[in-house]
């Protein structure tokens, strides 16, 4: 599933993230999220696009519920829109043996590819968001096992704002 518009990804290193935003419990973040308007959270992605995005994908392993997870093997993609040059963010999640594995960048033989912009994604990831409603008005794209790409919010603690 290739794509000509642009494309970011890196690897996914301790070194990728600062120390502030690293020390950030999950649930304070996802009540920071809560309490932001959509302009707050799109200046900030247009400020530290990079380096929210490599630390939500570098937590991503150490919300993964193993034993949710059962004998699912499969290459879950994001697709995060709107880089301000165009394109998209790619990073994905390659679950298999009862764990999960964060790669930066295109999967070449995705199971599952989610495609969203920047808002509705940290709105997602932090519990502040539902996504069969983003799913149902559009803003949510999923490609692939749509059973699977249902049950992938059950695979993962999801903080909840104010937790």
């Not at 494309?7 to 993230?17: M, Q």
Request: hydrophobic share 40%; aromatic share 6%.
């Amino acid at each position: 599933m290739a794509s000509s518009a642009p494309v970011r990804g890196g690897p996914v290193t301790d070194d990728d993230s600062s120390p502030e935003i690293s020390a950030t419990d999950p649930a304070q973040f996802a009540g920071l999220v809560q309490g932001a308007s959509d302009d707050q959270l799109r200046e900030g992605f247009a400020t530290n696009r990079e380096l929210i995005l490599g630390e939500i994908f570098r937590r991503m392993p150490e919300r993964f519920n193993s034993e949710r997870a059962g004998d699912v093997d499969a290459v879950v993609e994001w697709r995060i829109r709107d880089r301000p040059e165009g394109g998209h963010d790619s990073w994905h999640l390659i679950i298999r043996g009862g764990e999960c594995r964060v790669v930066a960048g295109p999967a070449e033989a995705p199971t599952v590819t989610y495609e969203i912009n920047p808002v509705d994604f940290i709105r997602l990831i932090t519990g502040n968001a539902s996504g069969p409603k983003l799913f149902l008005f559009g803003k949510l794209k999923i490609r692939g096992d749509l059973v699977l790409g249902a049950r992938m919010p059950q695979l993962f603690s999801i903080p909840a704002p104010g937790s």
